[in-house]
DNA sequence: TGGCGAAATCATAGCGCTACGATTTTTAAA
DNA sequence: TTTAAAAATCGTAGCGCTATGATTTCGCCA
């Protein structure tokens, strides 16, 4: 890195590495103050007298300082980091999230570390043994659902923990999200009232997909309570429109005057719907379909996909606000749960 | 945190925050060894004699040991992060890219640092400069079009940098992707190939989607020559099905007897197939559709997405192959440039 | 048994910054 | 003016770890 060893010292005593060439030190030269004012400029600046601010300032940007953010943390001893660890980000539900919270966080000046689990417990266990060692502002994790050795590890470290996307189960510190078993709840509510008395819920990856099992649950039940036959139907790879279909097809096979669907997400909705088409079976009037996530085609195809919106980036805004408030000190509380609801959109689909 | 307060000294010279309360040297203390042992057996096990390894291994399980990766960056002059600029995450071809990476970089214990540009230039300048305090192992951008700060502030860090997505300009360390344009020529040869003669262009968001541009041009380039009339149709808004559909009308508006489309991406395509449905145009007899991305509803359209897919999640493994071989001293090169390709899915829509 | 090179282990000096407590300067009240 | 209180600034001891170079131990042959 630094060049610094070709001097006339026959030997140099320890030629250390550098990892940067300015520091906080040469601003405080620089701009004729101490380290300390430097640092105590950077972090509060408003506690900082106007001259001596500006004269930083001026220093900073002379001599394009930018400050070590590990070294930070060290001193600190916590990181300007949050970690963020979801099943993945591929799906669209957590990318929006994600992309939410680090779009809120950046303002902040706080930085997001990304883990995913695909939705194995063990591997959420390490990505939160790694993301403790980065000393993290905090820790968001999906889900209530977690192993005994993470939740140990978590109330141990002592960092703010937040769970999203779940409510309605033991929380370790605060969960953001909604009650996915109401989801169904509503989605039955909505087929009946349609007068669909035939129904049944295509679901895709339930034995892994927690979330999504919470929502086929509710269907069922509230089917079940107004007196309605329900059947469930599932494949165990994840969510795609190809899955839709053949579970459209498998389940026709097995209630043949079926009349009303919900699925475990937009995606299997959309499958369904192709489906359809290909059987010319008319929707709604032969078969009404709900999906669940209103995702980017849900309001265009044809017919429009009545669906659930669930608010992915709500959940992220209010992550990272209890995040800021907890580092600020504003929010003091810590078991808060905040439910961020869903919308039913009722498009033509039904 | 730790209680060490309570102690017969009536006042204690300084109160220190702690990090973490079992540190390398309690493990070290645990398994009588010295603290350079322990953290030469957590970077290299093979350098260290088996039975010292195994006192090691068993003070760490013992005491739950968790290194301090901040600590460790600071020493090194090097943290274990890699740090990602994208876009957006909510842009599936990314996020696939950046699951891929991570997926890569986790067995190499490294962690990613995400971060969001929005497609603004400026954003990923400050992304890169916070990036930069993190002293990562490298740096991954999107794209080979960046302002002259940042470019600047990364060739004066020394931080091995790789762009990613984009292939054809000048590139600052290694790049990884493939030719946009091509993909646009392709289209085009393959519409034309079906006996269409009367093509458009259907985008979203060209303006600041430069890589859309890049398709865009190669396709109106090749069907140019090819002699082919053709036509650009563009929207604004970021890509959605239902955007597609408004740029399919807007075409058959320009060009009535149109009768071939390429699609700056598959939710384009797609909106534009739900939109000849409504107008009973039959696919591909009367107009021809050529997505972009091979989204996970694309197979399972009616009729099925004749569409070209990149590989974003190889773009992902190469760059971390890139990044681990880079730390490991194996990759020497630095300017290389690894093609990616694509593949043209010929199904039925075309 | 001695001696030598290789392997294993160790002691130490920071990496760049922050928080603490102390000191200096400024402000306002007496 | 004096003086207390408040505001601004400073000095410094680590935060927990790694890289370096030095030292010790080991294996092996003469």
Redesign the interface.
């Known amino acids: 890195?630094a060049g610094e060893r070709e001097n006339e010292v026959p030997r140099q005593p320890r030629s250390r590495?550098?990892?940067?060439s300015v520091t906080m030190m040469d601003v405080a030269d620089y701009a004729k103050v101490s380290p300390s004012t430097v640092s105590l400029y950077l972090r509060r600046p408003e506690a900082v007298s106007a001259s001596a601010g500006s004269a930083i300032a001026r220093a900073i940007e002379k001599l394009s300082y930018?400050?070590?953010?590990?070294?930070g943390?060290?001193a600190?001893?916590?990181?300007r980091?949050v970690s963020i660890i979801v099943p993945?980000?591929?799906n669209?539900f957590f990318?929006?999230t994600?992309?939410a919270m680090?779009?809120s966080l950046?303002k902040e000046?706080l930085?997001?570390?990304?883990?995913?689990t695909?939705y194995d417990e063990k591997e959420e266990e390490d990505?939160v043994?790694?993301a403790?060692?980065?000393?993290p502002a905090a820790i968001v994790l999906t889900g209530l659902c977690h192993s005994e050795a993470t939740r140990r590890?978590l109330t141990k470290a002592?960092v703010p923990v937040i769970e999203i996307w779940e409510l309605g189960g033991p929380q370790i510190d605060a969960a953001i999200g909604f009650h996915h078993d109401q989801v169904g709840i509503a989605a039955a509510k909505h087929l009946i009232q349609q007068g669909k008395r035939r129904l049944a819920f295509l679901g895709a990856r339930l034995h892994e997909d927690r979330r999504g099992k919470q929502r086929c649950d509710g269907f069922v039940e509230a089917a079940r309570q107004a007196g309605v036959s329900v059947e469930i139907v599932q494949h165990p790879a994840s969510a795609?429109?190809?899955v839709?279909?053949m579970l459209l097809r498998d389940a026709l096979q097995i209630v043949p005057d079926l009349d009303g669907v919900a699925c475990s997400n937009d995606?299997i909705a959309?499958?369904a719907l192709?489906e359809c088409?290909?059987l010319s079976m008319s929707v709604p009037e032969k078969l009404a379909i709900v999906g669940f996530g209103d995702l980017?085609?849900s309001?265009?195809?044809?017919p429009p996909l009545t669906t659930i919106r669930p608010s992915g980036d709500l959940i992220g805004r209010e992550a990272a606000r209890l995040i800021v408030g907890h580092m600020t000190g504003k929010e003091q509380e810590q078991k808060v749960s905040i439910d961020t609801r869903f919308t039913l959109l009722h498009r033509r689909s039904s």
């Not at 930018?66 to 070294?71: F, G, R, S, Y």
């Not at 600190?76 to 990181?79: E, F, G, V, Y």
């Not at 403790?132 to 000393?135: C, G, N, V």
């Open positions: 890195m590495r550098k990892m940067q930018v400050p070590n953010l590990v070294a943390g060290l600190a001893a916590s990181s980091a993945s980000v591929r669209a990318a929006e994600v992309a680090q779009t950046r000046r930085q997001v570390i990304l883990g995913h695909e990505l043994r790694t403790l060692s980065w000393a590890m002592h795609s429109a190809e839709g279909g995606h959309l499958g192709f088409e290909r980017s085609f309001a265009a195809c044809n």
